[in-house]
């Protein structure tokens, strides 16, 4: 089962590859205006995000954000400056009974690496991110004003699998989330996150809001009224009066 923002982001990455189908494309498109009016005030409503963490990295700064919370669960925005539109995910809060919450994998963040954070219980000191063998890359999380217990960061290597370790100041494990030893394909999120499989802990892209209609803005509500044909990339939406034109335009 994939949720409504994953299904998203999976249809209009699948729309942009070279050689789509235009049918592909328009449905994509159709998603996207449908779900940017319904999705897009959970995704940016907070007036005064709470900064979370910033600092950078090979593309340069970033900054991470807690959103609202979305049914009980707290969410993460990452925002950077480059052309890419800001991602989120919303996860589990931690606690004793779940030492480690929302763990976000962003694979997009920075070349050939994973930019992995997210929330672990106070009583966690340390936090290892498994990779190939028996090699670790351990963080220390920490307490942040604002949020659920601790937050932690670390950027890793793209390992197939995903395997998280939180331990406590005495070297005792407290909770473990992933696998790196799974195989198969998970058939939900759910397993995807108990597998480790990458899928279960990328972020969402937060919907795109500039929509242009021959070069001048138009409200998403309008351009879904009028049925116009869209197309996107990661900065604007471009809608034409029919296929034909949106065809001619690209």
């Given amino acids: 089962m994939t949720t409504l923002p994953q299904l998203e982001d ?3 990455r699948a729309a942009r590859r070279r ?3 235009r049918a592909r494309l328009r449905r994509a498109m159709a998603l996207l205006i449908g779900t940017t009016l ?10 005064q995000l709470l900064r979370v963490d910033e600092g950078s990295n090979t593309r340069g700064p970033y900054v991470i954000e807690r959103l609202a919370d979305r049914d009980g669960d707290v969410c993460l925005q990452y925002r950077d400056e480059t052309n890419r539109r800001p991602t989120y995910a919303c996860g589990p809060q931690p606690s004793r009974e779940r030492p480690i919450g929302l763990v976000v994998a962003d694979s997009q963040a920075v070349s050939e690496k994973r930019v992995m954070y997210g929330l672990v219980a106070a009583g966690v000191a340390r936090v290892s991110v498994l990779g190939r063998g028996d090699d670790a890359v351990d963080t220390t999380p920490r307490a942040r004003e604002g949020i659920p217990g601790q937050y932690f960061l670390v950027t890793v290597p793209r390992t197939p699998r995903i395997e998280l370790v939180a331990y406590d100041s005495n070297g005792r494990e407290l909770g473990r989330l992933g696998s790196r030893a799974a195989t198969g394909t998970p058939g939900s999120k ?6 480790g499989h990458p899928n279960g802990f990328e972020p969402t892209a937060a919907p795109v809001l500039d929509f242009k ?4 803005p138009i409200e998403p509500d309008e351009a879904a009224r009028r049925g116009l044909a869209c197309t996107e990339d990661e900065i604007e939406v471009r809608c034409y009066g029919s296929e034909a034109e949106m065809e001619a335009g690209e």
């Fill in 38 to 47: 319904a999705t897009a005030g959970a995704a940016t409503a907070a007036t």
């Fill in 190 to 195: 759910q397993e995807a996150i108990a597998q």
């Fill in 19 to 21: 050689g789509a189908a």
């Fill in 10 to 12: 999976e249809l209009l």
């Fill in 213 to 216: 209609y021959r070069g001048q």
